[in-house]
């Protein structure tokens, strides 16, 4: 079981980037979907999450309205778009996923299983 996560780089103010996250191993079909970020100095925080189980979603109030959470069953991937991309958007972002279940995007534990990080710099 993988989740590599890809797309990273280092891009200007107002720009923007997708994310990939491929898995292998299992098949995401109805698993939860979850990326996070960890910027230096910073704990953790989550940025967008989708399940299909109960229907739950969940969008920092950081990225609302700029970073999309999206799937392509037919390629085993998750996706995050992030369009106008701030300095504070600066960080490692991790893919993550989690068995179905009825608990959604908040499983007790955290989820599952967890790509490596890729990283985003947003600077001028």
């Known amino acids: 079981v993988q989740l590599q996560a890809s797309g990273g780089g280092l891009v200007q103010p107002g720009e923007s980037l997708r994310l990939s996250c491929a898995a292998s191993?299992?098949?995401?079909?109805?698993?939860?979907i979850a990326w996070f970020r960890q910027a230096p100095g910073k704990e953790r925080e989550g940025v967008s999450c989708?399940?299909?189980?109960?229907?739950?979603?969940y969008t920092a109030d950081s990225v609302k309205g700029r970073f999309t959470i999206s799937r392509d069953n037919a390629k085993n991937t998750v996706y995050l778009q992030m369009n106008s991309l701030k300095p504070e958007d600066t960080a490692v972002y991790y893919c993550a996923t989690d068995p179905p279940s009825a608990y959604g995007c908040f499983p007790p534990g955290g989820m599952h299983y967890w790509g490596k990080g890729t990283q985003v710099t947003v600077s001028s």
């Open positions: 989708a399940s299909v189980y109960d229907g739950s979603a």
């Open positions: 191993g299992f098949t995401l079909d109805y698993y939860t």
